[in-house]
């Protein structure tokens, strides 16, 4: 890296050229890159098909109007209003007694019946689809629509499954104010470290590695599908990994500036010890995320596509910008040594088996709850939001809750729901001879299942159904699609696993000339991803919420990258100071100490900012993110503040053991067992 350091300085005016040009660059090509990404995120055939001809359904969940008539109606008298929903949304599929004249439509009160509207397009112009509490909630308008067409003393409740989330509503994830707030913990918790002008260099990195990763991203717009998550990753993730980079590099050359090192001196030693740690660490973010660029999920792949080139940006930036900023700086550095994390470590390898005990037993404790969570969709009986009043009104009429969560069925030809009606779980099959459920040669079903699609029971009947319809005829749905999502994601899931543990361990393995720190590095993360699981099950699958069956990988992906950036850093500063001092323990403190308040500062920029995404009213996304938020959190705290220097003390002069065989394979020297 001092080769590479002295090549960036001899021509630091070009770099700073090539830097200025790609920044005015980003800046244009950002507007462009958003323009031009995909918001479409149905992963399923038959959704897509379904979604292409009819406008609406799919993927989409329908709200479910539920009228309580007065006493001596028909529920015929539902016609009038149902059509008015129909005229006020004239793009929406809308299906009720009126249309069916089926019983089943109708309680065992004779006064309540139901219907559903599938909205083409929402009230306020967006298409159909979106996560759980993504969707506006049209369900006001539909009841204002519908009273005056109903007869006097009729009640209408608008129920379905995004109602039914608590702070389901419009308004989508605010992206500017997220980045902002996260620029902005940014700079607070630099100037709290460097406590100077220092401050901002890392956060000028950091914009910069954002803006040229935009103009990554519209070049690839060019030749594939990028999806719009990569709108908000790229930022948040810009400011966590770029600002942890250049944290690394900044604290080394203060290092070397307090040594007496100064100039290009000093940026071309804080290259050799801190470049190398920055390159791999880069490449270990690569390969977490590597596991959503081969899943067989278009939007997955954006996410990890997104993340990859952020941090490979960052690398970039890093090693070539900051280098050159370095260079040119004055600021005064402080020679005092990191006290609080020294004595901190000396206490953890003093007390390093009940440290090792306690904190292993508790993640593991988190771990095993983790072994529990429910990918599902979720049931009504753990929701309160504005739609509760509907199940209510269901319940007390005998209709079961399993209606609000209908399966689509795609018919080829004339449709024949008696067949389907048979099968078991099948409450009601709709199946209206109107242009609205007709089109282009094909029909749509809606089967109302018994079950919520949310429990075991209602994936059973979607299960038989597809079993159960002849050829020309496809189950779709949303739980059709999250079940044919987790078998794809899922399935392959363990063997990816045994393939990124492999070549972290090789990584490692050169980077520390080790065979048990990579082996220790990979169980942690494991034992990280499984804690947090765990933790998400207690908060948010305990008070109802739904864990989305694609966070648990993403957030395995991010995490992995991130907890090994921190890895790499504390390892990387043991392995110098055993070379220096051959004392495993020794190693331990001067790790810690140097690098504790490197760590706890990256964490904390990143904890604010996913933070600061959670508070969204979408919930799949308030889950991703609170869960990253508590996943960092407790990455940085318990693993890298306390089980990893406890384990490293114990395992002393064998962290360092590389025998010649190994060496050999690996092509790096060997690292002999040291005798005690």
């Known amino acids: 890296m001092e080769r590479f350091s002295a090549f960036v300085l001899r021509r630091r005016r070009l770099v700073a050229l090539l830097a200025l040009v790609g920044f005015?660059?980003?800046?244009?090509?950002?507007?462009?890159?958003?323009?031009?990404?995909?918001?479409?995120?149905?992963?399923?055939?038959?959704?897509?098909?379904?979604?292409?001809?009819?406008?609406?359904?799919?993927?989409q969940r329908p709200f479910i109007p539920v009228v309580v008539l007065p006493?001596?109606?028909?529920?015929?008298?539902?016609?009038?209003?149902?059509?008015?929903?129909?005229?006020?949304?004239?793009?929406?599929?809308?299906?009720?007694?009126?249309?069916?004249?089926?019983?089943?439509?109708?309680?065992?009160?004779?006064r309540t019946t139901f219907g559903l509207v599938f909205p083409g397009t929402y009230s306020d112009g967006s298409p159909p689809g979106g996560g759980l509490g993504e969707t506006p909630d049209d369900g006001p308008l539909i009841s204002e629509t519908m009273r005056p067409h109903l007869p006097p003393g009729s009640v209408v409740h608008v129920t379905g499954l995004d109602r039914l989330v608590p702070s389901a509503d419009a308004g989508g994830v605010n992206v500017p104010s997220k980045i902002l707030v996260g620029l902005l913990a940014t700079v607070v918790v630099l100037l709290l470290v460097f406590r100077s002008a220092l401050a901002f260099v890392p956060v000028l990195v950091s914009v910069l590695a954002v803006f040229l990763s935009f103009l990554v991203i519209l070049l690839l717009t060019l030749v594939m599908t990028v999806h719009d998550v990569a709108l908000t990753t790229m930022p948040l993730?810009?400011?966590?990994?770029?600002?942890?980079?250049?944290?690394?590099?900044?604290?080394?050359?203060?290092?070397?500036?307090?040594?007496?090192?100064?100039?290009?001196?000093?940026?071309?030693?804080?290259?050799?010890?801190?470049?190398?740690?920055?390159?791999?660490s880069?490449?270990?973010?690569?390969?977490?995320?590597?596991?959503?660029?081969?899943?067989?999920?278009?939007?997955?792949?954006?996410?990890?596509?997104?993340?990859?080139?952020?941090?490979?940006?960052?690398?970039?930036?890093?090693?070539?910008?900051?280098?050159?900023?370095l260079a040119r700086s004055?600021?005064?550095?402080?020679?005092?040594?990191?006290?609080?994390?020294?004595?901190?470590?000396?206490?953890?390898?003093?007390?390093?088996?009940?440290?090792?005990?306690?904190?292993?037993?508790?993640?593991?404790?988190?771990?095993?709850?983790?072994?529990?969570?429910?990918?599902?969709?979720?049931?009504?009986?753990?929701?309160?939001?504005?739609?509760?009043?509907?199940?209510?009104?269901?319940?007390?009429?005998?209709?079961?809750?399993?209606?609000?969560?209908?399966?689509?069925?795609?018919?080829?030809?004339?449709?024949?729901?008696?067949?389907?009606a048979k099968v078991a779980g099948v409450h009601a099959v709709l199946a209206p001879d109107t242009p609205k459920w007709r089109r282009d040669g094909t029909a749509i079903l809606s089967v109302l299942p018994v079950a919520e699609n949310g429990s075991a029971e209602g994936e059973?009947?979607?299960?038989?159904?597809?079993?159960?319809?002849?050829?020309?005829?496809?189950?779709?749905?949303?739980?059709?699609?999250?079940?044919?999502?987790?078998?794809?994601?899922?399935?392959?899931?363990?063997?990816?696993?045994?393939?990124?543990?492999?070549?972290?361990?090789?990584?490692?393995?050169?980077?520390?000339?080790?065979?048990?720190?990579?082996?220790?590095?990979?169980?942690?993360?494991?034992?990280?991803l499984g804690a947090v699981i765990g933790a998400m099950v207690l908060i948010w699958q305990s008070g109802g919420m739904s864990i989305g069956e694609f966070?648990?990988?993403?957030?395995?992906?991010?995490?992995?990258?991130?907890?090994?950036?921190?890895?790499?850093?504390?390892?990387?500063?043991?392995r110098e100071e055993y070379d220096r001092s051959g004392d495993s323990r020794r190693a331990v403190?001067?790790?810690?100490?140097?690098?504790?308040?490197?760590?706890?500062?990256?964490?904390?920029?990143?904890?604010?900012?996913?933070?600061?995404?959670?508070?969204?009213?979408?919930?799949?996304?308030?889950i991703f993110a609170g869960g990253l938020a508590l996943g960092i959190l407790i990455d940085a705290t318990l693993i890298r503040g306390v089980l990893l220097p406890a384990l490293v003390a114990m395992m002393g002069r064998w962290n360092w053991w590389l025998p010649g065989w190994a060496a050999t394979l690996l092509r790096v020297p060997p690292s002999p067992l040291v005798s005690p």
Request: net charge positive.
């Open 589 to 622: 403190v001067e790790g810690v100490s140097r690098t504790g308040r490197l760590v706890t500062s990256a964490a904390l920029i990143l904890i604010v900012s996913f933070a600061a995404l959670a508070m969204t009213p979408e919930m799949d996304v308030r």
């Open 237 to 280: 993730l810009g400011l966590g990994i770029a600002v942890d980079y250049s944290l690394l590099l900044v604290a080394r050359w203060r290092e070397e500036r307090a040594r007496g090192f100064a100039g290009d001196e000093a940026v071309h030693r804080a290259m050799a010890a801190a470049g190398r740690s920055i390159l791999f």
């Open 282 to 325: 880069g490449v270990a973010v690569a390969i977490g995320l590597l596991t959503m660029i081969v899943l067989p999920v278009p939007f997955l792949r954006s996410l990890g596509l997104a993340g990859m080139i952020i941090a490979a940006v960052s690398v970039v930036t890093t090693l070539t910008v900051l280098p050159v900023l």
């Open 71 to 110: 006493e001596g109606s028909s529920p015929e008298a539902v016609g009038a209003a149902f059509a008015a929903v129909a005229a006020r949304l004239p793009e929406a599929r809308v299906v009720s007694y009126a249309d069916t004249h089926d019983p089943r439509l109708v309680g065992s009160d004779g």
């Open 330 to 420: 004055r600021s005064r550095v402080s020679r005092r040594e990191p006290r609080a994390w020294a004595v901190w470590a000396r206490w953890v390898v003093r007390r390093r088996i009940p440290a090792a005990v306690l904190t292993g037993g508790l993640l593991l404790a988190l771990a095993w709850a983790g072994l529990g969570v429910d990918l599902g969709l979720p049931e009504s009986r753990d929701l309160r939001g504005p739609g509760t009043p509907g199940v209510a009104a269901l319940e007390r009429a005998g209709i079961p809750t399993g209606v609000i969560t209908p399966i689509e069925v795609l018919v080829t030809g004339q449709p024949k729901p008696e067949s389907l």
């Open 551 to 574: 966070v648990p990988l993403t957030i395995f992906a991010f995490l992995y990258g991130l907890s090994m950036d921190y890895e790499v850093f504390i390892l990387a500063r043991m």
């Open 460 to 528: 059973a009947t979607v299960a038989r159904l597809g079993a159960a319809v002849p050829e020309g005829t496809q189950v779709g749905g949303n739980v059709a699609q999250s079940m044919d999502f987790r078998d794809r994601a899922y399935g392959a899931f363990p063997w990816m696993l045994g393939l990124i543990a492999l070549v972290t361990f090789v990584l490692l393995a050169r980077a520390f000339r080790s065979l048990l720190l990579p082996i220790k590095a990979i169980v942690l993360n494991l034992l990280s």
């Open 24 to 59: 005015f660059a980003g800046l244009g090509a950002t507007p462009l890159a958003v323009q031009r990404l995909s918001e479409d995120y149905t992963v399923f055939e038959v959704n897509k098909e379904i979604t292409g001809i009819y406008g609406n359904g799919g993927y």
